[in-house]
């Protein structure tokens, strides 16, 4: 086990899967789109050369080394975003970022934690400049370490289905997530106040060992490299650019039939690593991370069916009920408390029956409808109606 003051500088590469929309169509309408998922890209990424033992600390830049081919460098630098190329960097803990936004400059000299598989990605999106390289560490090198375990996983989720399945899914995506479980912990205990309401106060912290850190850190490294590439690789942020939105392991694109999306993509519906197709859809728009609304039409003889696909994230299930397209943007308010409630929802409520001069039953109605919030009082737990919007 590597010492926990090891364990931290490592885990400052340690990020998540890269969500953003392409810059010039957040909420704007586009059409003739298609999504494609990569089939089990962890799994994949866990596949990748894959840095073992115990590394090496570095001063400076990292030096070619057969023995130790893998690094993590820390970098202090300033850059910009090359024209029409996606922006690979957030930076987390910093009140000069937002720390959700995928910068296309930087505003003064920044410290950039990566790995290897990240450092290249990054210098070739960004200009780079003003920079010093601080230091780093090096690894040794093992191929195909989960080899047998992800085959022999992939194989069941690809042939079985039901509980099989979704076990072997399970499988396969958890595990890499282990290798970085956090080693400064806290746990929250309840007691009672004297408001005869349930309240929770944190322990000391506490110190685990670290099991390795660096593996997840470069399979998110390979899994951020497919995505953002394949991006790339459809036009990147140009005007004239077939990308839309990622999330994670998943591209949505514009404009272009799933036969000219091969030319793109590597597509193939079972194999794993390449791209499957999800879905197409008619028209869709992109607001912000995990939040879009895509249309699908079916037609079944002379009927013609629409469909709607809606992810937001924190709106409650029932809400993606009855938003409807016109409504899902920015700025969108269910206030239940509200007597300026959507017309989606009254059209909504009326359907199911309700009458809507019914006062107490259409209010009760709409409740059912409201985002909930638990709240502590003597007694227990409540879930108490809130207001729901789609913000920035």
Same mark, same amino acid.
């Given at each position: ?106 505003? $003064? ?45 992939? $194989? ?27 080693? +400064? ?13 349930? +309240?929770?106060?944190? #322990? ?15 399979? #998110? ?77 079916? #037609? ?38 509200? $007597? ?6 009254? +059209? ?45």
């Amino acid at each position: 086990m590597l010492d926990v003051s090891i364990d931290d500088d490592i885990r400052r590469s340690y990020k998540g899967g890269a969500v953003q929309v392409h810059p010039g169509r957040e909420g704007q309408t586009v059409y003739d789109g298609a999504s494609f998922d990569v089939n089990s890209m962890y799994p994949w990424a866990m596949l990748q050369p894959m840095p073992c033992g115990v590394p090496i600390f570095f001063e400076g830049k990292y030096k070619p080394d057969p023995d130790y081919p893998l690094y993590i460098q820390h970098i202090l630098c300033e850059f910009k975003i090359k024209e029409g190329y996606i922006p690979t960097i957030q930076i987390k803990n910093n009140l000069s970022y937002q720390q959700n936004k995928y910068l296309t400059e930087s505003v $003064e000299q920044t410290h950039l934690y990566l790995t290897s598989v990240d450092l290249k990605l990054f210098f070739d999106h960004y200009d780079v400049y003003n920079y010093e390289y601080i230091n780093g560490w090096k690894f040794q090198v093992v191929y195909d370490i989960f080899k047998s375990y992800v085959e022999y996983w992939y $194989e069941i989720k690809k042939t079985e289905t039901g509980a099989k399945r979704a076990i072997a899914k399970q499988m396969l995506n958890a595990f890499y997530g282990k290798t970085a479980s956090r080693v +400064h912990i806290k746990s929250k205990i309840p007691y009672m106040g004297e408001d005869d309401i349930v +309240h929770y106060k944190y #322990t000391e912290e506490e110190t685990k060992k670290p099991v390795y850190t660096a593996v997840a850190s470069f399979i #998110t490294s390979y899994g951020r490299d497919k995505i953002l590439r394949t991006a790339q690789s459809l036009g990147g942020t140009r005007p004239d650019s077939y990308f839309c939105y990622m999330d994670t392991d998943s591209v949505h694109t514009c404009n272009l039939s799933v036969e000219d999306a091969a030319k793109y993509i590597d597509i193939d519906q079972t194999r794993l690593g390449a791209f499957k197709l999800e879905y197409t859809c008619k028209r869709a728009k992109y607001i912000r991370q995990k939040c879009y609304i895509e249309e699908q039409e079916f #037609t079944d003889g002379t009927q013609t069916y629409t469909n709607y696909i809606r992810k937001c994230a924190g709106m409650p299930e029932d809400v993606k009920e009855w938003i409807s397209w016109d409504a899902f943007n920015l700025g969108f308010e269910f206030d239940p408390e509200s $007597e300026n409630l959507p017309k989606d929802l009254i +059209h909504k409520i009326a359907s199911n029956g309700v009458d809507i001069n019914n006062h107490a039953a259409f209010r009760h109605e709409v409740e059912r409808y409201a985002k909930l919030q638990p709240v502590n009082v003597p007694g227990g737990v409540v879930l108490k109606p809130i207001r729901f919007s789609i913000k920035p």
